[in-house]
């Protein structure tokens, strides 16, 4: 079974088992999520369209922690007017395991 998600504005390509860094969700550690499916297909071939059956496939996931991403620096400069800003930026993320994908 394999799934394509999509959870912070990004689509993933998912398999039961596989540990997955996404944009920060909403949920303690431990608690069981239900993420939006785009499209689910068993190993046999047989597939789920969600758009055109309305929710057939369920993906859920287990929280396993929450972290914080790299430091990304920004840097801003404008030539001969002596204006420089730097500002640096880490996302909050969550670890998710993929528990279980199930066919409608």
Known sequence: MY???ETGGKQYWVK??????????EAEVGANVE????????????SADTKADNKSAK?????????RGPKILVFKR????????TRGH???????KITDIVLG
């Open 59 to 67: 993906v859920t996931a287990q929280v396993v922690k929450h972290l």
């Open 78 to 85: 404008r030539p001969k007017k002596g204006y420089e800003r």
């Open 16 to 25: 039961p088992g596989q540990d997955l860094q996404v944009e920060k969700l």
């Open 90 to 96: 880490r996302q909050d993320l969550t670890q998710i």
């Open 3 to 5: 799934a394509i998600i």
């Open 35 to 46: 993420l939006k499916v785009l499209w689910a297909a068993s190993e046999e071939g047989t």
